[in-house]
């Protein structure tokens, strides 16, 4: 069903994606730049290796794993609200030690802490804010709903990675001041605006089943444990956008902070302009369909890295791997809140995240470990991935056309 422009504003005025969709464009803004310019920072100042750089990614990562996956049951019974104002404050005090320890320039093993303890908030806070959004949509307006989000993140994503650019070259220490006040700026955003009851979609029923958190339940769900499977193993080669290619921006086609700044800012401009275009172009399509589509156009853009330099080519590039994200984001999110239990939602995005979080953070380590190998002609590193990459799709195939998707009401 197609949303008309005035419906896709209602969706907005609604009060939990208005606040999340708020937030996600202040986190993004902000953290997009920390993302970018934290693993420069270790290359470049603290002269880490790429590979212990991608471990430090792996352990962020892997250690969010055991936390987010009991929060999923908090936020369903405790609701979402009071899981993200409590996630919130914790990691505004981390961000703040990590901002200190930047500036002094401190033993990197205690950033390496504050880092692997501030990635669990991370999740927790995004897989509560899709249960908001879930609760606040219906069955046919829930691919308008999360891209009105990824709009606003997408615009902060368009703004922070070029003004972060800008801030590196006077220091890098400002970037992490600035999305540790951002961080508070979103809690106070939250606890102010956020109604403590969220209502659920207007074709919803409640469950029925029973409140008991099953952090288990999930993953005895075979449609929601096939997509989860196949989507988590996907990220091997869509995890190549950030720390890899920042990489590979930088030693191969000679890149300064403030170019790979807009080029990441690029991205930001094509999905705020480009994902509700996309999202009417392919409003037939069934989401599965449009997650493997996306995953061929990331797969194809990350190919053509090798053959072709400079800037001009790496925007038109950039541009080509966005419009692979405008195909594959919101169907992923729409996938699982379809199969979810209506009150099992956070358990269900968040054993969604552990699922893709024990196969993501192997990303980076593949990446920076073929950097390493490759070292002498970085180009070399998209062929593996290429290889693996076209591998995965043809075999899913088959996988693909067991899951059964459904609207779990009742």
Same mark, same amino acid.
């Given at each position: 069903?197609?949303?008309?422009?005035?419906?896709?504003?209602? $969706?907005? +005025?609604?009060?939990?994606?208005?606040? #999340?969709? /708020?937030?996600?464009?202040?986190?993004?803004?902000?953290?997009?730049?920390?993302?970018?310019?934290?693993?420069?920072?270790?290359?470049?100042?603290?002269?880490?290796?790429?590979?212990?750089?991608?471990?430090?990614?792996?352990?962020?990562?892997?250690?969010?794993?055991? &936390?987010?996956?009991?929060?999923?049951?908090?936020?369903?019974?405790?609701?979402?609200?009071?899981?993200?104002?409590?996630?919130?404050?914790?990691?505004?005090?981390?961000?703040?030690?990590?901002?200190?320890?930047?500036?002094?320039?401190?033993?990197?093993?205690?950033?390496?802490?504050?880092?692997?303890?501030?990635?669990?908030?991370?999740?927790?806070?995004?897989?509560? !804010?899709?249960?908001?959004? /879930? !609760?606040?949509?219906?069955?046919?307006? +829930?691919?308008?709903?999360?891209?009105? #989000?990824?709009?606003?993140?997408?615009?902060?994503?368009?703004?922070?990675?070029?003004?972060? *650019?800008?801030?590196?070259?006077?220091? =890098?220490? =400002?970037?992490?001041?600035?999305?540790?006040?951002?961080?508070?700026?979103?809690?106070?955003?939250?606890?102010?605006?956020?109604?403590?009851?969220?209502?659920?979609?207007?074709?919803?029923?409640?469950?029925?089943?029973?409140?008991?958190?099953?952090?288990?339940?999930?993953?005895?769900?075979?449609?929601?444990?096939?997509?989860?499977?196949?989507?988590?193993?996907?990220?091997? %080669?869509?995890?190549?956008?950030?720390?890899?290619?920042?990489?590979?921006?930088?030693?191969?086609?000679?890149?300064?902070?403030? !170019?790979?700044? &807009?080029?990441? /800012?690029?991205?930001?401009?094509?999905?705020?302009?480009?994902?509700?275009?996309?999202? +009417?172009?392919?409003?037939?399509?069934?989401?599965?369909?449009?997650?493997?589509?996306? =995953?061929?156009? =990331?797969?194809?853009?990350?190919? &053509?890295?090798?053959?072709?330099?400079?800037?001009?080519?790496?925007?038109?590039?950039? $541009?080509?791997?966005?419009?692979?994200?405008? %195909?594959?984001?919101?169907?992923?999110?729409?996938?699982?809140? +379809?199969?979810?239990?209506?009150?099992?939602?956070?358990?269900?995005?968040?054993?969604?995240?552990?699922?893709?979080?024990? #196969?993501?953070?192997?990303?980076?380590?593949?990446?920076?470990?073929?950097?390493?190998?490759?070292?002498?002609?970085? *180009?070399?590193?998209?062929?593996?991935?290429?290889?693996? *990459?076209?591998?995965?799709?043809?075999?899913?195939?088959?996988?693909?056309?067991? #899951?059964?998707?459904?609207?779990?009401?009742?």
């Amino acid at each position: 069903m197609k949303q008309s422009g005035n419906d896709t504003i209602s $969706i907005f +005025r609604r009060n939990g994606i208005a606040v #999340v969709a /708020s937030n996600q464009f202040i986190r993004v803004f902000a953290r997009s730049q920390m993302w970018i310019f934290l693993p420069l920072y270790l290359l470049e100042i603290r002269h880490v290796p790429y590979i212990i750089i991608g471990l430090v990614v792996f352990l962020m990562a892997i250690s969010s794993l055991p &936390l987010t996956l009991v929060a999923g049951g908090l936020i369903d019974k405790r609701g979402a609200r009071s899981v993200i104002i409590v996630s919130n404050i914790f990691l505004g005090l981390l961000l703040l030690s990590l901002t200190l320890l930047i500036f002094e320039n401190s033993n990197l093993y205690l950033i390496y802490m504050v880092l692997i303890l501030s990635e669990p908030l991370m999740n927790i806070i995004g897989a509560a !804010d899709n249960v908001i959004v /879930s !609760d606040n949509s219906s069955v046919a307006e +829930r691919n308008s709903a999360f891209s009105i #989000v990824r709009i606003l993140q997408n615009l902060g994503f368009s703004l922070g990675p070029a003004i972060g *650019g800008f801030i590196a070259g006077i220091g =890098y220490g =400002y970037i992490f001041l600035l999305t540790t006040v951002f961080s508070f700026s979103e809690l106070f955003i939250y606890a102010k605006f956020l109604k403590k009851q969220q209502k659920k979609g207007e074709s919803e029923k409640d469950d029925t089943v029973n409140m008991k958190p099953d952090i288990f339940k999930a993953f005895k769900d075979r449609p929601f444990f096939i997509v989860a499977i196949l989507i988590s193993l996907f990220y091997l %080669i869509l995890g190549q956008w950030g720390t890899t290619l920042t990489f590979f921006w930088k030693g191969f086609d000679n890149m300064s902070d403030f !170019d790979i700044g &807009l080029l990441y /800012s690029v991205n930001g401009v094509v999905v705020t302009l480009g994902q509700l275009p996309v999202n +009417r172009l392919l409003s037939k399509m069934e989401d599965i369909t449009r997650i493997n589509l996306g =995953y061929i156009v =990331y797969l194809f853009s990350f190919s &053509l890295l090798p053959f072709f330099r400079g800037f001009i080519f790496l925007v038109l590039d950039t $541009i080509l791997i966005t419009m692979g994200e405008n %195909i594959v984001s919101p169907s992923i999110n729409t996938v699982i809140s +379809r199969i979810a239990p209506v009150n099992k939602r956070g358990q269900y995005f968040t054993s969604f995240q552990v699922l893709t979080g024990m #196969v993501t953070p192997i990303a980076p380590v593949l990446g920076t470990f073929f950097l390493t190998v490759f070292s002498a002609d970085l *180009g070399l590193i998209w062929y593996p991935f290429t290889i693996i *990459g076209t591998i995965f799709f043809l075999s899913f195939i088959p996988l693909w056309k067991k #899951v059964n998707m459904r609207e779990h009401n009742n």
